[in-house]
């Protein structure tokens, strides 16, 4: 019996080894499960942290895109490659300029988490070509005593002088026009977009002769949608049963910088002007070579189409002897002046005893070549027009990147409006619209950071400064007024610090008898631009170029040019204008 017992207790024994071994060997296999989920859960934990530190990081490198563009396009400084905080990271700004061109790169870091982004910046310009010391329409240009032109001016208008006047280079007087067009149709309601697409690259609007004579200028009513990047080529064909002729009698071009975004009236003229008949019918062809959805012109029409007997049309190429036209379901708004009158060049020494040309239709007590007239260097002959290079479109698309800048209030400006620095203080402005007036003098100097549009008058004397903003680098920039200007006693412009960097001071005051812009003592170093008034050049004033409605040089007066005008680019500030051609990671 006591060994029946003892086996029990063996059994028993052996039992509990048994249930402890079952249960660590579960303790065992659940500790493997619970690591293996603890391993995977730390796993998934620190990807998502890699995850959520890389989504910081481009968040961080957005930032440091973000901050450089708000730099470049605001004018503020902005170093070639400098390191920036942003929350629990950094981020690293690399700028690299090429031209017109700037390319910003933003390296974000989070840890050991690192995005790099990149955006390219392009700067929108206007391009503007000045051939001339001065450039005159109409107007005309006066010469007062021992007035001196350094350069060759042309003028749509009389050159008449007095005694010592000097024009150093060659001048020309293109004959006159009448003061109103001979026949037009200014009435528009409407876009017509052209060269969206190869069926419609050119379009036409024809019109009848009112007098007989030679067309001697003409206008149409374009704006362009994006860039075009070619000239637009204008004809003047005779008519084929109710369509252009497939040849011209006449062709000129339109240059895509002539044409705003804002619609205008575009002038041009003819090297060879075509001779008109009175009671004939002519086309207005615009030919352009190639067609995009995003880059085209547009011609204003009037859908009423009343122009009697007259219509505007296009077609695929209008030199095609098959074209087939369609119409545009209107006219097309257009001016042609025809016939002319008499022009000359008078009392004004031209050129030296070496060097010097004159043509005009008639020269009276002129000496060019260092010989009176006539002679042959006094060319008499009916020399074309030269319309002025910046429309009014153009204009318009200044003012409204200024505009977009916003309107100046206190305490940069004053209550009414007005800018005014004096006493040597210095300001920083643009992009901006001033409601009143500009006034710099008593040695102010004033940094132009982007296009300047002023409603009231510009005043600026007393030695004071305008320069471009360092930001502008090749480019030139823009002050234009709607009303006059006044310049006085040694004010000096500056452009960017680079060579062909200027200030285009502008005015669009229609008033062409009035004296919209006045320019006295030693002011310099700047272009004047008035497109619908006459500018005055008295005691001593300089400039690098001047072109207006008529141009007035009182005594002493001189305008110096500088061959580097010839093609000027004009942005509308060192961030305003700015293109994003594209934003994206890299490696």
């Known amino acids: 019996m006591f060994e029946n017992w003892k086996l029990k207790i063996e059994n028993s024994a052996d039992g509990g080894y048994a249930a402890l071994t079952m249960l660590m060997l579960a303790i065992a296999v659940s500790l493997t499960v619970v690591g293996g989920f603890t391993f995977f859960s730390l796993q998934e934990v620190a990807t998502t942290r890699a995850y959520t530190r890389s989504l910081e990081a481009r968040a961080i490198a957005e930032s440091g ?48 988490n690192k995005r790099n982004l990149e955006t390219h910046l392009s700067i929108s310009t206007a391009s503007v070509n000045f051939f001339y010391g001065i450039q005159v329409s109409d107007g005309g240009l006066k010469m007062s005593n021992n007035a001196v032109v350094s350069g060759n001016v042309f003028s749509n208008g009389s050159i008449v002088g007095s005694s010592g006047t000097t024009i150093t280079g060659d001048a020309v007087v293109a004959g006159g026009i009448p003061p109103n067009p001979a026949v037009e149709w200014t009435t528009h ?6 060269a969206t697409a190869s069926t419609n690259r050119d379009i036409a609007q024809s019109f009848i002769a009112t007098a007989d004579g030679a067309l001697s200028k003409m206008s149409v009513y ?27 009698i006449a062709d000129t071009a339109i240059t895509p910088s002539q044409v705003g975004t804002t619609a205008s009236w575009i002038d041009v003229s003819f090297a060879s002007p075509p001779t008109l008949t009175n009671g004939t019918q002519y086309w207005i062809v615009l030919d352009y070579g190639t067609n995009s959805a995003s880059n085209y012109w547009v011609w204003r029409k009037d859908t009423s189409d009343a122009y009697a007997g007259n219509t505007g049309k296009y077609t695929s190429n209008w030199s095609t002897g098959s074209a087939t ?18 022009t000359r060049i008078e009392g004004v020494t031209i050129g030296n005893s070496s060097t010097g040309t004159g043509r005009a239709n008639l020269f009276v007590n002129a000496t060019v070549h260092g010989s009176s007239c006539p002679n042959a260097y006094c060319i008499v002959e009916n020399p074309p027009r030269e319309e002025l290079p910046i ?25 009414a409006g007005n800018y005014k620095l004096t006493n040597g203080a210095s300001g920083s402005l643009g992009p901006i619209k001033i409601n009143g007036n500009l006034e710099l003098d008593n040695g102010a100097t004033l940094t132009v950071t982007g296009t300047i549009w002023v409603l009231g008058e510009i005043k600026l004397s007393n030695n004071c400064i305008a320069r471009l903003s360092p930001g502008y680098g090749a480019l030139s920039g823009v002050i234009l007024t709607n ?47 008035a497109s619908n008034g006459t500018i005055e050049f008295s005691n001593n004033a300089t400039a690098k170029e001047a072109t207006a409605y008529g141009i007035e040089l009182d005594n002493n007066a001189t305008i110096t040019y500088e061959s580097g005008l010839s093609n000027i680019s004009f942005s509308s500030g060192p961030g305003a204008g700015y293109d994003i051609t594209y934003w994206r990671e890299v490696e």
């Open 222 to 248: 374009l704006a362009k949608v994006g860039s075009p990047s070619s000239n637009l080529t204008v004809r003047i064909t005779t008519d084929n049963g109710g369509k252009p002729n497939s040849s011209d």
């Open 65 to 112: 895109i973000e901050d450089g563009i708000y730099r470049v396009i605001t004018g503020k400084q902005i170093l070639a490659s400098e390191t920036l905080a942003v929350g629990n990271g950094s981020t690293t700004i690399i700028l690299t300029t090429n031209g017109n061109e700037k390319t910003i790169r933003s390296e974000g870091r989070r840890s050991q």
């Open 483 to 529: 009303s006059k200007v006044t310049i006085s006693n040694n004010c000096i412009f500056e452009g960017s610090g680079q060579a062909g960097s200027y200030i285009l001071l502008l005015t669009d005051k229609s008033s062409p008898t009035e004296k919209v812009m006045t320019i006295s003592n030693n002011s310099s170093g700047v272009i004047y631009y």
């Open 189 to 194: 309601d409407a876009d017509h977009a052209f």
């Open 325 to 342: 036209w369609t119409n545009v379901g209107g006219d097309l708004s257009f001016r042609v002046w025809i016939g002319g009158t008499t």
């Open 391 to 415: 429309s009014a479109g153009v204009i318009q698309d200044w003012k409204d990147a200024a505009a977009a800048g916003g309107t100046c209030a206190p305490p940069v400006c004053d209550g």
